[in-house]
């Protein structure tokens, strides 16, 4: 019985470090546009995630030809989750 309390110890310690490790990892990252950094108009944190999205027309979607429309990418910030859109990718700039 010793073996299996020492396993579920040794397994709550794993989960607590990598828990641990994940908190302290800074999450996203920075952006770029037009040679400026890119800052959440709402919070001003200044990490986020990138996703692309489909800027759906009426017309298009009407006669079924959404893939025709343009697409964009979205920011997300990693504070506050305020979503950015831009029509050119911004850059991701690297840690220093």
Sequence with gaps: MAD???AVRAGIRAA???????RER???ESYAAADRPVI???CGGQRFTSRSAM???RV????DLDWLDRSAT?????KCTEIRFFAEAPV???DR
């Design 40 to 42: 959440c108009l709402h």
């Design 55 to 57: 800027l759906n027309s």
């Design 4 to 6: 299996f309390g020492d």
């Design 16 to 22: 607590r470090d990598e828990y641990t490790e994940r």
């Design 60 to 63: 298009l979607t009407l006669i």
């Design 74 to 78: 979205a920011l997300i910030c990693t």
């Design 26 to 28: 800074p999450l996203g």
């Design 92 to 94: 991701a700039v690297p």
